[in-house]
Each structure stands twice: as C-alpha cells, then as structure tokens.
C-alpha cells in the first residue's frame, strides 16, 4: 500500500523525505514535502469500509503516536524544523493489487492530539 499511495503522492508533485521512519515513539510511514512544508503521511489499508473504513481507524492514540514520531523526526533534521508541517492520511481500500486511494490532507493538527 505503501508504494502505491508513493507513487500517487509523487504524481501530485511530493518530493519523498523519508520512508518508514523508525522512532521509539512510533513509525512514520511517509515523510514528504510539499511547497514548503512537510507532510507526515499516514497509509491505512482496510478491505472494505466496515468499522469505519481506513480514515477511521487513525484514532486519538494513533494520532498522539504519529505527532510524538513526527517531533522526534524533526529534532532529528533541525533544517526543517522551522517548515510548516501537516499530518495527512491516504486512505486506501478495495483490491490490494490495485487499491483506491483516499487523499485526505491536514487529516488532523498537531495541537488537537
């Protein structure tokens, strides 16, 4: 799933930062950077949208754990610490092989975790 929200990413103009970024905190599984900013990109994968499909299932904990990973990155790459950042979620359901993808931008802000 991964590679393929990458490479739809990428086809809107992404430039890739960091893949499956590995924190005591947590994992992120797309850094990119958009114009200025950097975007943390969550990929969640369901067959079907049952219990709220894909978006759903990147709940409060999940969002906590995803800004604490992004902090570590950042501290991490202090050149852009200073870049406006955003936590975005692609929300991908359907066949494996060739999934639907969701893009939904500024899915959540740091500051409401």
Known sequence: MEAAALHFLQAHGLQLLARNAQSRGGELDLVMRDASSVVFVEVRYRASAGFGGSAMSVDANKRRKLVHAAQVWLSQ???YAQ???R??????SGVPTAPQLDWLRDAFRADEC
């Open 77 to 79: 790459h202090p050149h």
């Open 87 to 92: 936590f975005d979620v692609i929300a991908a």
């Open 83 to 85: 870049a406006a950042c």
